[in-house]
Nanobody
C-alpha cells in the first residue's frame, strides 16, 4: 500500500483547499480511506473517512459541514475538499487506507497502522 498526499498550502481563514491522496499497490475499491491530521504535541485526529464499498462516510464534528471526502476510483485517488477553513485546521494532513472497515471505526483509530507518508501541510492564517 502506497499513499501520497498533496494539495496543502497556506490559505487565509475562510478559504478553501483540496487535498489529494494518490494510492497504489492495492485494489482501491476494497478499502476504507481516511484523512487524518496532526499538530505537533497532539495526537493524530481522524478527520474524515470513506468506505469505497458503499460510499458511507464519517466526519469529525470539527469539520462536518465544511469538509467533503470523495474518491475517483478510475484514478485511484481520494480527495478532501476543505471549505471555510479555520486557523484550528492548521496541521499536517495524512491519508491512510485499510481493508473494509466502517468509516467511523477507522477514523477513531481502529485498524490504523503506524505507517504514514510524508503528509501535506495545511496552514490557515487568521
Amino acid at each position: 500500500v502506497q499513499l501520497v498526499e498533496s494539495g496543502g498550502g497556506l490559505v487565509q481563514a475562510g478559504g478553501s483547499l483540496r487535498l489529494s491522496c494518490a494510492a497504489s499497490g492495492f485494489t482501491f475499491d476494497d478499502y476504507t480511506i481516511g484523512w487524518f491530521r496532526q499538530v505537533p504535541g497532539k495526537a493524530r485526529e481522524g478527520v474524515s473517512c470513506i468506505a469505497l464499498s458503499d460510499g458511507s462516510t464519517y466526519y469529525a464534528d470539527s469539520v462536518s459541514g465544511r469538509f467533503t471526502i470523495s474518491t475517483d476510483v478510475s484514478k485511484n485517488t481520494a480527495y478532501l475538499q476543505m471549505n471555510g477553513l479555520k486557523p484550528e485546521d492548521t496541521a499536517v494532513y495524512y491519508c491512510a487506507a485499510e481493508s473494509r472497515l466502517p468509516p467511523a471505526w477507522y477514523c477513531s483509530g481502529y485498524g490504523l497502522r503506524d505507517s504514514w507518508g510524508q503528509g501535506t501541510q495545511v496552514t490557515v492564517s487568521s
